[in-house]
């Protein structure tokens, strides 16, 4: 009876889905979370007449076949990386990158890890860091005498000094871009790392060719639309409790011929 193993395996595909989409429901209010997408695909075929083979010595050949398909299997869980709204803030140091690009994060352990989140503060040092401590690339330090901070479109640093009427400039923030982002390995924290998929990071200025700006006293929001995800929760739900169906139909046919005599 194929039906048991073929419908277990679409209660496992649902209960995949079902766990992406709780993911995505819970960060709907995290900084530039960008929300993830299940991808399935159909497992291999049984083949008990091949389409295309001789069905008799006249040569005549099947036109159909008889294939039965065993099941299905989460083939990758992909990550939407388009553009979340913006939410204006008025904190300087509140930063949104307008297009594409990640700002540089000096982790830990030495790597570099990569943000949409631009929630950024001062530590003690006056460096510019996340909210977890972790410097931003290049690292840029706040003097503890700046009255104010300007953070221009294309991530130009200034500062305005006590008893100085002229902005100093500090430092540019750089971008990093890459040709496939959705393979960037996700670590939490809104942190991502480079992968083979993602390939190496393209690093240059906001508003490059194909750099996106950066906006000061505003952050990026999530792309989580709640609307559709309730709604691809609801076929989830559906999808589960018909293959469960499938499963009680199996053994109801199978309890049927245990009692025949």
Do not use: C, W
Request: aromatic residues 4%; proline residues 5%.
């Amino acid at each position: 009876m194929r039906a048991l193993s073929i419908a277990a395996s679409g209660m496992q595909a649902q209960q995949l889905n079902v766990d992406v989409i709780s993911h995505n429901i819970a960060n709907m209010n995290t900084t530039a979370y960008k929300r993830q997408r299940a991808e399935f695909q159909d497992m291999l075929y049984q083949n008990l007449e091949r389409p295309g083979a001789t069905s008799s010595a006249s040569g005549a050949v099947l036109p159909l076949g008889i294939q039965i398909g065993v099941g299905v299997r989460a083939d990758a869980v992909g990550r939407v990386t388009e553009q979340g709204g913006m939410s204006s803030t008025n904190n300087a140091y509140d930063l949104a990158i307008n297009g594409r690009g990640y700002f540089q994060i000096t982790l830990p352990s030495g790597q570099t890890g990569y943000t949409r989140a631009g929630n950024l503060a001062v530590n003690a040092d006056g460096e510019i860091v996340t909210a977890d401590g972790f410097p931003i690339e290049p690292s840029i330090t706040v003097p503890p005498d700046a009255t104010a901070i300007q953070i221009t479109r294309d991530g130009i640093v200034e500062v305005t000094l006590a008893n100085q009427t002229a902005p100093q400039q500090l430092g540019q923030i750089e971008l990093a871009t890459f040709i496939n982002p959705a393979g960037l390995e996700a670590i939490g924290d809104n942190l991502y790392l480079e992968t083979p998929a993602s390939g190496a990071a393209n690093v240059a200025t906001p508003g490059s060719p194909g750099f996106g700006t950066v906006m000061q006293g505003f952050l990026e929001l999530s792309n989580v639309n709640a609307v559709e995800e309730i709604s691809a929760l609801i076929v989830a739900q559906r999808a589960y409790e018909m293959n469960a169906r499938v499963i009680t139909a199996a053994d109801e046919m199978l309890q049927s011929t245990t009692q025949m005599r």
